[in-house]
């Protein structure tokens, strides 16, 4: 819809994970590092951890866009509450080996031999475990046993696993002992910081042609997109692809503070707790800023408004945290505006 009227090839924010877009900010270029380490080691396993949304997958599907297919055979499981006695079904069909009607026993079995193959055949076979975090113990446990298939001291099987930051407890258990002396490489992914964010941004909008003024983008919108996305890559992603349909619908050719604020102000009513509290943000704004004219309206980060709330209680006290927010916010800019009046009146005296 968009992409037309700023003249994109295609969506630049798009939520699925596209090797295309990726963006090599620190962090995710010090997980690639470790991640290509670990392919050259060829054994063992690498443990990416991050919050939802920080581009873990889209890390692994930009590797992969780089690797030879002809001498790697990988596959990418993703995980859900899977038991032990699971997994050896669940890899089965990853590398497309027949499973019906046939027992662990012989599912191993199996599995062994696809390994020595493609050993034979000069290939190496990596497994990726994404959401690695909801792997009960037992199923870890496993994981780690399948590595212990070797060709003389040569191991046949190489795993990634991709979790939240749960799964960094897990492995620290005790019982993960004999897995953690099996890791050789580790990272955790942060969220952007105001610069990288920016850069996010710009980025995706160039691979889809855009030219700095299609639309233009003030700094003052740049720093709000990052206050209310907290830097993390999934959350920009949505929040631009609303700014830019926002930016179409109003014909816009710059997106500034304002803009943005408005797109926040749709998606924090669209909230399971948001009418409460869009009402007495909008009662407060009206008490702050009457007789008042070209004021900005603060940007707010709620981060407990970014997910649902469980109880009415917690409902209740998310409206109140994001009341307060407001309220301390716009006490802050009154605040600065007495003293610039202050500041002034001392200056004609």
């Not at 497309?96 to 191993?108: A, I, N, Q, W």
């Not at 930051?165 to 004999?178: A, D, H, N, T």
């Not at 008490?287 to 309206?297: M, N, P, S, T």
Request: net charge negative.
């Amino acid at each position: 819809m968009y992409e037309s009227f700023y003249q994109y090839s295609a969506k630049p924010f798009q939520v699925s994970p596209d090797p295309r877009f990726f963006f090599a900010s620190k962090g995710h270029k010090r997980a690639m590092s470790y991640l290509r380490y670990g392919l050259s080691q060829g054994e063992g396993f690498v443990v990416i951890t991050g919050g939802v949304g920080t581009g873990k997958t889209t890390l692994i599907r930009s590797l992969f866009s780089d690797l030879d297919a002809a001498d790697l055979l990988a596959a990418q499981l993703v995980s859900s509450n899977l038991q032990a006695d699971d997994l050896l079904q669940m890899i089965s069909a990853a590398f497309d080996l027949p499973r019906e009607g046939r027992s662990k026993g012989e599912l191993l079995n199996q599995f062994e031999a696809f390994l020595r193959q493609a050993d034979r055949e000069g290939k190496r076979v990596l497994l990726v475990v994404d959401e690695a975090q909801n792997l009960p113990a037992s199923t870890v446990e496993e994981l780690r046993m399948l590595s212990n298939f070797q060709v003389e001291n040569r191991p046949l099987l190489q795993s990634f696993l991709l979790g939240q930051e749960e799964f960094r407890g897990l492995v620290q258990s005790p019982q993960m002992e004999q897995l953690r002396q099996r890791i050789i490489a580790s990272c955790h992914l942060q969220p952007l910081d105001q610069v990288e964010t920016r850069g996010y941004i710009e980025h995706r909008l160039q691979r889809v042609g855009w030219a700095g003024t299609n639309p233009a983008i003030s700094d003052d919108a740049f720093d709000a997109i990052h206050a209310i996305s907290q830097g993390v890559p999934r959350r920009i992603n949505t929040f631009c692809d609303r700014l830019l349909l926002y930016g179409f619908l109003e014909e816009l050719e710059c997106l500034d503070a304002d803009a943005v604020d408005v797109v926040r102000r749709e998606v924090l009513a669209e909230q399971p707790s948001a009418p409460r509290a869009a009402a007495s943000i909008a009662a407060a704004d009206d008490a702050w800023d009457e007789g008042e004219e070209d004021q900005q309206v603060p940007t707010l980060t709620v981060p407990r408004h970014q997910r649902a709330p469980v109880t009415e209680l917690e409902k209740r006290v998310a409206d109140l945290e994001y009341v307060i927010e407001a309220l301390e916010k716009n006490f802050e800019r009154k605040v600065s505006l007495l003293k610039s009046v202050v500041q002034s009146l001392k200056s004609g005296l």
